[in-house]
T-cell receptor, first 111, second 113 residues
Framework: GENVEQHPSTLSVQEGDSAVIKCTYSDSASNYFPWYKQELGKGPQLIIDIRSNVGEKKDQRIAVTLNKTAKHFSLHITETQPEDSAVYFCAASRGNTPLVFGKGTRLSVIA | EAQVTQNPRYLITVTGKKLTVTCSQN?????MSWYRQDPGLGLRQIYY???????DKGDVPEGYKVSRKEKRNFPLILESPSPNQTSLYFC????????????FGPGTRLTVL
């Protein structure tokens, strides 16, 4: 089955700097790659997703890139703000198989 | 307000005492699932349901049961809880399957003594 590796497990950045979180997946048939943000005491919430027919997608300060050949995808957050502090999860799925999540990255933005 | 609700939010119980965590969504979603979240292990899927009366095992189904008798409800049943089921549990729903946005509930923190 699918296996998703996520790095780093923790990340600290200064406010205003960029943050990058990377994930690799094992199943070359996976075609959907969402990113979820989990704030303290809440359930995860989708922030951006990308499908395998697209190499990059942007939404304001966040972007996701996908390299199907290397089987990895990354989340980029620019101009980080304290409210970006949270745990971020990547995930992968193909067809109607369940989402498989990475283990998460705890991002701390230091003011 | 579109949402996924879970009850209870917090539960402390003892080994072997059957319990049910309820999950309900008001978005008319076809797909519902249960996850457990443990430190260092991320989110792992327990069971999922593609539609009413259709359920299937996720990655960690042992010790759990589910049912999907109505579209909006997807309860998680622990027939004989054990301490290794102490965890944070999330219910999620989506319009159809894993290729669409998953809407997560607020979580249920379960402690089994």
């Amino acid at each position: 089955g699918e296996n998703v590796e996520q790095h780093p497990s923790t990340l600290s950045v200064q406010e205003g700097d960029s943050a990058v979180i990377k994930c690799t997946y094992s199943d070359s048939a996976s075609n959907y790659f969402p990113w979820y943000k989990q704030e303290l005491g809440k359930g995860p919430q989708l922030i951006i997703d990308i499908r395998s027919n697209v190499g990059e997608k942007k939404d304001q300060r966040i972007a996701v890139t996908l390299n199907k050949t290397a089987k990895h995808f990354s989340l980029h957050i620019t101009e980080t703000q304290p409210e970006d502090s949270a745990v971020y999860f990547c995930a992968a799925s193909r067809g109607n198989t369940p989402l498989v999540f990475g283990k998460g990255t705890r991002l701390s933005v230091i003011a | 307000e579109a949402q996924v609700t879970q009850n209870p939010r917090y539960l402390i119980t003892v080994t072997g005492k059957k319990l049910t965590v309820t999950c309900s969504q008001n978005m008319n979603h076809e797909y519902m699932s249960w996850y457990r979240q443990d430190p260092g292990l991320g989110l792992r899927q327990i069971y999922y349901s593609m539609n009413v009366e259709v359920t299937d095992k996720g990655d960690v189904p042992e010790g759990y049961k589910v049912s999907r008798k109505e579209k909006r409800n997807f309860p998680l049943i622990l027939e004989s809880p054990s301490p290794n089921q102490t965890s944070l549990y999330f219910c999620a729903s989506s319009f159809s399957g894993a290729l669409r946005e998953q809407f997560f509930g607020p979580g249920t923190r379960l402690t089994v003594l």
